[in-house]
DNA sequence: AAATAACGTGACTGTGTAGTCATTCTTCGT
DNA sequence: ACGAAGAATGACTACACAGTCACGTTATTT
């Protein structure tokens, strides 16, 4: 997924074992730019925002950003990985479920299974994850690449989990990739307003109207 | 819906009356900058294209930018417009159409009116839709934010159409402003993956899924 | 065809930014 | 306690960009 050689520049031999000062500060320094770096992207864009504004956010020289990461692609690079961890894992976990499944009931079971998967994600790194929402359509170049590739490895494997569960009849529809990719669009969006303020309503209420509306949709 | 004073910096007193050389030379510099734009932001986003960029795209000279648009926000107004206006219409026309309504029949007759009035900007502008979809999470701010003024302008509208279904009792829903914002999201996606060549199906056919999926998501 | 004014040009200025590096400060091993 | 090496600093370089402007070009008017 990262197309560079490693991701971020400290890993090169550290010093101190783990809980040491050193690696306590290390990894204070880490968090701090990849927070600056996120409250920023958030607020003016991945693009627009300089490495001057970002080491001024975190506290810290400029020079010292190069030292932990290799430019700003890279930041945010660290700042989704994260999140794209925990969805491959969703995905997996629901794939396999999926393997499982005999009929639209354990269908159904391997979908709540994905959802569960998600809530470490939306309740962890909500801003990532309107970092993501924000930015999931930018050109596969420059600083945003990273968020690009995710976005289209999540619509990848939303079509190929669809396309699985028709292969093996356990779901009936016009076309899997118009469907997958429906609800993928649906689910950022309300996941989008939601995070964003727009919708006040109480979160669980949201999921609830939601899964309806994904289960009378994706009912054959 | 423009922020700023006039959009564009062209009808200051302009000479030559329509169909003079004059004229004509204008028209043709704005289209080459507005395509230029387009193909650009497109392929690099909006933020990191240059006016030195577009200039040189659109064959001219960068002194020559600046007689036609204030800046890059004002020309990326520009690009935008049009889709602005018939998407406008469209929502009056639906809005109108369900006012008339009475039935959950002639609900979908009200949906129906909307689809037909976008079609003259999926078949006329499809690059400015795919720039829409690109940018239309962006920040509120800077370049960027005419798109994002329409975004939101879109989610209300939709929003408005649905709550008013509602109320009138065309409809039944748990929260008009989920199901709305659903749609809207599904909608887009879909659009945005068939205009990026993702979905090779035939436009007609993903259509009627699409609505097929709509109404079924949409019916009480 | 001569005068007028818009149109078009590209060099120029000031500002801002990515990335580097010599230097200083802090932690670690002994 | 002290030397070695990592961590942090911010001035510095080289370049790129937004926006301007004095000048040359082309259409329009009379």
Redesign the interface.
């Known amino acids: 997924m990262a197309s560079k050689e490693i991701l971020g520049r400290v890993p090169p031999e550290r010093p101190g074992q783990p809980g040491g000062k050193r690696d306590r500060n290390r990894r204070a320094r880490l968090a701090q730019l990849r927070e600056a770096g996120l409250r920023l992207f958030?607020?003016?864009?991945v693009?627009?925002v300089t490495i001057d504004d970002i080491a001024k956010e975190a506290g810290t020289a400029k020079g010292n950003f190069y030292r932990y990461f290799e430019d700003k692609e890279d930041l945010v690079a660290g700042i989704v990985q994260p999140a794209g961890e925990i969805l491959g894992e969703a995905f997996d976990r629901c794939l396999a479920a999926l393997e499982e499944a005999r009929d639209e009931r354990s269908l159904f079971g391997a979908y709540q299974t994905f959802a569960l998967g998600m809530l470490p994600l939306a309740l962890g790194h909500p801003d990532v994850v309107r970092l993501y929402?924000?930015?999931?359509?930018?050109?596969a170049?420059?600083a945003?690449a990273p968020i690009r590739a995710l976005a289209d490895d999540i619509?990848a494997r939303a079509v190929q989990l669809t396309r699985y569960a028709v292969e093996h009849d356990l779901l009936t529809?016009?076309?899997p990739?118009?469907?997958a990719?429906?609800?993928?669009?649906?689910?950022?969006?309300?996941a989008?307003?939601f995070l964003n303020g727009?919708?006040d309503?109480a979160p669980d209420?949201?999921a609830?109207?939601?899964i309806?509306?994904v289960l009378?949709?994706i009912?054959t």
């Open positions: 958030l607020a003016h864009g693009e627009t929402l924000q930015e999931s359509r930018a050109p170049e420059g945003r619509r529809v016009r076309d990739r118009v469907s990719l429906a609800v993928v669009g649906a689910v950022e969006q309300l989008w307003s727009e919708l309503a209420e949201v609830r109207t939601l309806s509306l009378r949709g009912r």
